[in-house]
């Protein structure tokens, strides 16, 4: 079975400080795994995608996340926060159905707050 | 490239009621799915649409029906509409068989009195 657990619900930071979000998963086959970002009254938009390829992935806005098998994590990073980062983030792993239907899983969210 | 549109926005009804929400997927996007996003929670997956027919569903009862149209657009209905029913209805569009990027619209928001 495949799950995924943001370990923070809520993270602040400061403007200018580096943004952590953790993210692990379980899955029983090779993970397809995701970073959605939310901003107030918006939709989801992609930050980023892993899929077997690279394991240290760089996406839009400065984000980048590493996956790491062995710790079976999935954790987001930015070397420094932006006000408009302020927004809810939310890890996604990707498993296959019958029919190569992929079923996402989504985690709860982490609230990042950056503070001026 | 239009990508994926949602209406209407905002939307206000009663117990009881029936409502209709609905998406244009991205050019080229022939799957669509629907998610419902309560206030402060994450997004539950309502279902899926692929060759105008549902494609797997989440834990929701009957009343939450869909359709999907030659040009891939879809509908969401809601009949006999409750409070708890009061959420962001999510629409995404992708390539049937690619991996889970999702393109999302904005979302209409539905309020139940």
């Known amino acids: 079975a495949q799950s995924v657990t943001q370990l923070d619900s809520h993270v602040s930071v400061s403007e200018g400080t580096p943004v952590l979000l953790r993210c692990n998963y379980s899955?029983?086959?090779?993970?397809?795994l995701f970073w959605y970002v939310q901003h107030p009254n918006k939709g989801l938009q992609l930050l980023l995608k892993?899929?077997?390829?690279a394991t240290l992935v760089k996406g839009i806005n400065g984000f980048e996340a590493e996956f790491k098998k062995s710790e079976t994590s999935f954790h987001l990073t930015k070397p420094s926060a932006h006000m408009s980062d302020a927004a809810e983030y939310f890890c996604?792993?990707?498993?296959?159905?019958?029919?190569?239907?992929?079923?996402?899983?989504w985690g709860l969210g982490t609230s990042l707050a950056v503070n001026p | 490239e239009t990508g994926v549109t949602q209406s209407p926005t905002h939307l206000i009804k009663t117990r009881g009621q029936q409502v209709t929400l609905r998406c244009s997927s991205q050019s080229g996007h022939n799957t669509v799915s629907w998610y419902q996003q309560a206030l402060g929670q994450g997004p539950q997956f309502i279902f899926q649409y692929y060759r105008e027919e549902e494609n797997g569903r989440g834990n929701f009862p009957p009343r939450f029906s869909g359709l999907q149209f030659p040009n891939y657009s879809s509908e969401l209905n809601v009949n006999a509409l409750e409070l708890d029913d009061s959420a962001l209805y999510l629409c995404a569009s992708r390539p049937w068989g690619a991996g889970g990027e999702l393109f999302f619209g904005e979302g209409s928001r539905l309020t139940v009195l």
């Open positions: 996604v792993v990707s498993a296959h159905n019958a029919g190569n239907n992929r079923k996402l899983i």
């Open positions: 899955s029983s086959y090779s993970p397809s």
């Open positions: 892993y899929t077997s390829a």
